[in-house]
């Protein structure tokens, strides 16, 4: 605390983001990074990059990532918006669309940034209840409101909506921005992108860091019509326009052109995900179905908290979350089959489990 803070920021709630642990000899499957590296072409992409070119700014438009983003997805350039990571992508999103009279609706169980953004911006928000189920029902969305945002897959239940039910969304509200966070979208559920053509106020967001391999490079982006990524742009170019840097440029649309690599590694971690669905089931957890590179389940006679230090003791991290309605649940992060083994046998060693 300072005299020197605005009571704006002592209001603040910071984001608390999941543990980078220093040492090694750690089986990190807390914060759902990819375990396979990033595409060969990548790899190769910055092992060549013409370093002196460095001394220079990068292109503050990306143009090179756009354009093959745009490509990949079949839209025009000035549909897509990129950033560093989607976390500034959301960031941006919530300063350009979200700061209206009537609240944002958004899940009461979801990405724990969005709300340190809206209290950042001041944005009022109303958050409608999952189901028993932990699922989200957009029927419930339908009410006035300033814009609506929500994770497909969520986070951190994993659980994804068809998009049938976003479309049935869109027809009815029309008249504000509905952003979906799409971060994890690539291990098994429908994508929206599909739909962005038809329905001006979509946005979808996606990123890099998941099943592209590219968490430490930061890079994300937005999907959407031309008038919502103008938006975009505006909010951009007045916080003097960080532009990605040069490599994470160059690495992003190599990773993006590696359609072949991308697919195997998925296709990996969904089949793991499976093999460790069945373990967890049967040790007696119940595990949300997940179309994520996570899962999250939870023990009828084991704490959350007890089974995330039992983990912990035997230096495995896994996400576990103090907020009461899901405090028994870990998100667990499917990382290499051998760390999946690994975690399944600590578990086993708990002594309810054994
Ligand atoms: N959205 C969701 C739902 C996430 O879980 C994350 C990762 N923590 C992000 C966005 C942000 O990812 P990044 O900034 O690495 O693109």
Known sequence: MSKFWSEAILSLQPYVPGEQPKQGNIIKLNTNENPYPPSPKVVEVLTHFPKERLRLYSDPDST?????????????YDQVF?????DEVLAHTFMA??????????????YSFYDVYCDLYQIKTQHVPLTTDYRINLADYAQPNGGIIFANPNAPTGVAL??????????????????VDEAYVDFGAESA????????????????????????????????SPELIAGLERVKNSF?????????????????????????????????????????????FNALPSSTNFIFASHPEISG?????????????????????????????IGTRQEMEAMISALKEHPKLA
């Open 64 to 76: 090179q990532l756009k354009q093959t983003l745009a490509q990949h997805f079949h839209v025009d």
């Open 82 to 86: 990129v950033g560093n990571g989607s």
């Open 97 to 110: 669309f979200f700061r209206q009279p009537l609240p944002l609706l958004l899940p009461s169980t979801t």
């Open 162 to 179: 068809p998009l049938t039910d976003i479309e049935a969304l869109l027809q009815e509200n029309t008249e504000t921005v509905v952003v």
């Open 193 to 224: 992108v599909t739909l962005v053509n038809q329905y001006p106020n979509l946005l979808v967001i996606q990123t890099l860091s998941k099943s592209r391999s590219l968490a430490g490079m930061r890079v994300g982006f937005a999907i959407g």
């Open 240 to 284: 003097n326009s960080y532009p990605l840097d040069m490599l994470a440029i160059a690495a992003a649309s190599a990773a993006i052109e590696d359609q072949r690599y991308f697919e195997q590694t998925t296709q990996q971690i969904i089949a793991d995900r499976q093999w460790t669905d069945e373990q967890l089931t049967a040790l007696g």
């Open 305 to 333: 908290a007890e089974l995330m230090t039992h983990l912990r003791s035997r230096n495995i991290l896994v996400r576990h979350f103090t907020k009461p309605s899901i405090e028994n649940f870990l998100r667990i992060t």
